[in-house]
């Protein structure tokens, strides 16, 4: 059975993170409203959503052939999330303003679309954090693709979140300290979550 009680958090911290599609929805809310902003930002869904279809045949594949395969991708996942917990805290003053010019609201979500699918990170990240909540007694491929809905509905979640803040503090925009506090927490709870799944047995 999938540890949902520790899937749930540790994903939407990932959800959370101030990467660039979120901070296009912050940004986008902050000129154009928080309707538009939400709207927008439902164009990587679709993205995501191929992102993890992809990740879910390959690692169902090799799963099903190898245990030691399971353990092995365990074990480099829990690593890949303390790295990159670490490498947040480390840069949490550097982040990036986006800008859109774009006010069209099909325009906003190919913008979105496109961030997303071009992004290397993505697979990277479904491969290395999925595997952290497997029950290796169960068909890996299920419980996959279950994980793999619930990010996407977590990921929208993350979208309202980042296009309500953006609404409402659009005017200190060009203050870093929202950021980096949020980097901050961010970078936190991924080495929180890589060190328990770690140190768990499933």
Known sequence: ???WALFI???FA???APGPNNM???SNAARLGFGTACLGGLGRVPAFAAL???TVLGLGAVLAASAEAFVVIKIAGALYLVYTGIQLLLKAKQFAEMQSGDVALRALMRRDFTMAIANPKA???FTAFFPQFLDPSMPAWSQLLQMGGAFLVLEVLAVALYAAAGAVLGRFIKSARVFINLNRVV???LIAA???MALSRH
């Open 52 to 54: 993890i279809g992809v």
């Open 24 to 26: 296009l929805a912050f």
């Open 187 to 189: 970078g936190a709870a």
């Open 194 to 196: 890589g060190g328990s």
């Open 9 to 11: 958090p540790a994903c």
């Open 14 to 16: 990932l959800n959370c």
């Open 123 to 125: 697979i990277a990240i």
């Open 1 to 3: 059975m999938i540890a």
